[in-house]
């Protein structure tokens, strides 16, 4: 594990950050529109701790209603990318730009949301782990998201169960339909997915990805899997190297 990366983690449990997609209580309403234009990386360079460079040279254009796969070897930095882009680090070098903005650290927890391969779920129902803490006043919106995330079958079995601290009562694949769900309430306008279908098939990564889609049509996705098949429904591929450069492809889709 590299320097300060636990310290990262820490960052992200102690503020209950890794599922909860940075929550803050607001209106949740079904008229969802995403009017950024794009978040720029220029000349960025990251090392932690002030060792080794992880990312260097990392110039990226990441456009609104696009989708991104980040791809790579494993531990090369491809979340290191996306701690970058919630501002949960900082760059040693070089600026990260929202609308040719730099956001402060509160700006960001209103913009996205992130969902890692292991998920939060509270000793609590199914609604209230994907509410959480948001005030909801249309259910419409809250019923498409559980339907196309494939959560009411769940319902029909756990519905006023409490899950157990971490969701005993739940696979793995379970506790990530729960958490994609959790994020897409807030409807961001940046959604990460860091290996959030892992605990999944491919089948049912591929519908869900669809589905993201189909739901918010104008959402910009950044996942991040270590199946190729995601390229598939993705607009742009972006592949971190071993030296910790990037390397950009425009996905042509069949």
């Not at 460079?53 to 209603?65: A, D, G, M």
């Not at 319902?155 to 006023?160: G, L, N, T």
């Not at 869900?208 to 995601?230: A, E, F, G, M, Y």
């Amino acid at each position: 594990m590299q320097p300060g990366y636990q310290n990262i983690l820490n960052q992200l449990e102690n503020n209950h950050q890794t599922t909860q997609d940075f929550d803050t209580k607001e209106n949740v309403n079904i008229n969802y529109k995403n009017n950024f234009s794009k978040l720029i990386f220029e000349d960025v360079n990251f090392s932690y701790e002030k060792q080794k460079l992880i990312l260097k040279n990392i110039n990226i254009t990441i456009k609104n209603n696009s989708t991104y796969f980040i791809k790579g070897k494993s531990g090369k930095g491809k979340s290191t990318l996306c701690y970058l882009i919630l501002r949960l680090l900082d760059p040693d070098q070089g600026n990260i730009l929202f609308d040719n903005k730099i956001l402060n650290k509160e700006e960001t927890k209103k913009l996205f949301s992130y969902v890692p391969q292991e998920c939060l779920i509270i000793n609590d129902t199914i609604e209230n782990n994907i509410i959480f803490n948001q005030k909801i006043n249309d259910t419409k919106y809250f019923n498409m998201i559980c339907k196309e995330m494939g959560i009411n079958e769940l319902f029909e079995i756990h519905k006023d169960s409490i899950l157990g601290d971490g969701g005993d009562l739940l696979s793995g694949g379970q506790k990530q339909r729960i958490a994609i769900a959790r994020s897409l309430i807030r409807q961001p306008k940046i959604l990460i997915l860091d290996e959030s279908f892992n605990a999944l098939h491919e089948d049912a990564e591929m519908t869900l990805i669809k589905n993201i889609q189909k739901l918010c049509p104008d959402i910009t996705l950044i996942i991040i899997s270590h199946r190729s098949s995601v390229s598939k429904y993705s607009d742009e591929i972006i592949e971190v190297l071993d030296d910790g450069s990037v390397k950009i492809f425009e996905n042509i889709k069949i």
